[in-house]
């Protein structure tokens, strides 16, 4: 949820990336963990190390258990100097399969009648679990779930830095993938919701 409590991100520390473990759990603490939103890449990279620490190599995993069930290959995940996955960032995946990711979180978890996720997760981790702000135009202010965004018109999104976009907004069944390049990611979403999003009708036009 984006809530260890600490100050900021330990990417600032020196080498971080050469022992990003022991740059984690050297941060100093501003709050306690839970209790405030604040936005922090190397906690999904202590998760993938966590799994690591059990044996179980995220890439691999997810390889398995979800991306080779739904057809999709040729993805490639950075890794630091230990062999781990950078977990918040450096996944590479074509717009198709980003597609495909959303279709299976539209589904609550299921892919050609297949439950590859727990539906009661996928509506956990969509949900707002924590309050990232109080701006009802921001889609960075409508909360945060676990690894998602919550989006205004009631959707949720995997979001990745520069416009990499999976939107999902269950109660229309519709998804918006992008891949690209702006400074102004708001600015993609405003034009969706107002071009697309809010332009269905019952009736073709």
Known sequence: TMSTGQGREPFHQPNAWTDMITAFLREPFKDAPGQTFRYNTAASYMLAAALKQKGIDLEAYLQARL????????????????????GGFGLSLHAEDIAR????????????????????????????????????????????????????????RADGMYGQFCVV??????ILVTNGVTADMQEILRAYYEEVLTQYTDVPL
């Open 67 to 86: 991306f080779a069930p739904m057809g999709i290959t040729g993805t490639r995940w950075l890794r630091d100097p230990h062999d781990i996955c950078a």
């Open 101 to 156: 990711l959303g279709i299976l979180l539209l589904h609550e978890g299921r892919w050609e009648g297949r439950q590859l996720v727990p539906a009661a997760f996928v509506r956990a981790a969509s949900q707002k679990q924590i309050n990232n702000g109080g701006n009802p135009t921001s889609d960075w202010a409508q909360g945060y779930g676990y690894q998602m965004w919550r989006c205004c018109h009631d959707g949720f």
């Open 169 to 174: 907004h269950p109660a229309l069944e519709t």
